[in-house]
């Protein structure tokens, strides 16, 4: 009964153009899709696709722009070392890496977990408290999955039913070659390991706006302190981005 007489109270102020969004923030996360999402339905605007629905903590907000700069900084450098020995093939798509993350924007950016309705109404101990939130934020799902692989960066066409076996098809064989593992980054940020050798063959059904992520072997560049940085905090860096290209914010702080 609170949480009603909070969300009539909100929905009372809101403005008459047509913005969607509540113009008090509510006390929790919880609260504060409910009060968007009767802001958005009373606007005529679709309901939330929580699969691409997504929110930042302050905590994860604060250092992006770090992160960001010390891992171009390390791909960069590792491009020109392993030129500099001779392996220009190597260099050239650990630049295309760099130039690639270099592209991105910090901010908006969104908490690597699920922080949708659904996930936090299954366990209200761990509903945010809204002053510990920067934003929130919903995507259109998008007709893309993005590789990162021996080939550069590039995004394919997503189709009904696709799995990473498609996704490696589809590239050309040099593009994964030597490679053992790559990591599929699902559009709620969660992050799972898949075997993409003969010997350790998975494969993985990939949503809209997925991500795939080649690691470094161990037995090469992976086993260096600059290769094994890069195979972490890409994927972390990654499965900070959002989930989509059409996305509505809804900044708070």
């Given amino acids: 009964m609170c949480r009603n007489l909070l969300l009539a109270a909100v929905l009372a102020t ?29 606007h005529d605007q ?9 929110a930042l903590r302050d905590s994860d907000a604060a250092d992006l ?3 960001q700069a010390r891992l171009e900084a390390e791909l960069t450098g590792l491009a020109a070392v392993v030129t500099a020995h001779g392996d220009r093939p190597t260099g050239r798509w650990l630049a295309v890496w760099g130039q690639a993350l270099a592209e ?7 908490s690597p977990e699920p922080l949708g309705l659904p996930e936090l109404a299954s366990d209200l101990r761990h509903n945010p408290a809204m002053a510990d939130i920067t934003l929130l934020g919903t995507c259109t799902p998008p ?4 590789a990162w692989t021996r080939h550069g960066v590039e ?18 064989p040099e593009a994964t070659g030597g490679i053992d593992t790559a990591v599929v980054i699902a559009p709620t940020g969660e992050q799972h390991e898949r075997g993409i050798a003969a010997w350790n063959h998975q494969t993985a059904p990939l949503a809209p706006g997925a991500r795939v992520v080649i690691q470094l072997p161990d037995r090469g560049l992976g086993g260096t302190r600059e290769g094994d ?12 981005r959002l989930p989509g290209d059409d996305c509505t914010q809804w900044e708070v702080k």
């Fill in 155 to 172: 995004r394919l066409d997503w189709q009904p039913g696709m799995t990473l076996d498609n996704v490696l098809d589809a590239l050309p």
């Fill in 229 to 240: 940085l890069i195979n972490r905090e890409l994927v972390a860096w990654l499965a900070s």
């Fill in 65 to 67: 722009e770090a992160r």
């Fill in 46 to 54: 679709p309901p939330f696709d929580w699969a691409y629905s997504y």
């Fill in 104 to 110: 991105y924007e910090a901010l908006p950016a969104r």
């Fill in 143 to 146: 007709g893309w999955i993005e």
């Fill in 14 to 42: 809101l403005p008459l153009v047509s913005q969607a969004q509540p113009a008090m923030v509510p006390p929790s996360l919880v609260e504060a899709w409910l009060a968007w999402q009767e802001a958005r339905q009373s």
